[in-house]
């Protein structure tokens, strides 16, 4: 199979908060990131396609990155109570893994 990933992944737990178009917010962890996207788990599914912002969590975390992006996947979790899914940021962004 071949690789589409363009840039390196990462491990990373940070916590966020987002905001999607339609005026929900709520809470997701990042499982990786990379300079093109993150993989969050949240107890909220979204639909692919769906535009996001998202931003620290600071009662749960002291680091975190804000910023804005696309649904490009979603799955239920192995944990049954939980989806995954991939966002991709419109531009690639810089961090310190």
Same mark, same amino acid.
């Given at each position: %199979?071949?690789? !589409? !990933? $363009?840039?390196? $992944?990462?491990? !990373?737990?940070?916590?966020? #908060?987002?905001? +999607?178009?339609?005026?929900? +917010?709520?809470?997701? %962890?990042?499982?990786? #990131?990379?300079? /093109?996207?993150? $993989?969050?788990?949240? $107890?909220? /599914?979204?639909?692919? /396609?769906?535009? #996001?912002?998202?931003?620290?969590?600071?009662?749960?975390?002291?680091?975190?990155?804000?910023?804005?992006?696309?649904? %490009?996947?979603?799955?239920?979790?192995?944990?049954?109570?939980?989806?995954?899914? /991939?966002?991709?940021?419109?531009?690639?962004?810089?961090?310190?893994?």
């Amino acid at each position: %199979m071949k690789e !589409r !990933r $363009r840039f390196p $992944r990462h491990a !990373r737990e940070l916590y966020l #908060i987002l905001y +999607v178009d339609d005026d929900r +917010v709520f809470k997701a %962890m990042t499982l990786d #990131i990379s300079c /093109g996207g993150l $993989r969050l788990r949240s $107890r909220q /599914g979204l639909q692919p /396609g769906t535009i #996001i912002a998202f931003r620290p969590h600071e009662e749960v975390s002291s680091q975190g990155i804000s910023g804005s992006g696309e649904v %490009m996947w979603c799955n239920h979790s192995a944990q049954s109570d939980f989806f995954e899914f /991939g966002v991709a940021f419109p531009v690639p962004m810089e961090f310190s893994a």
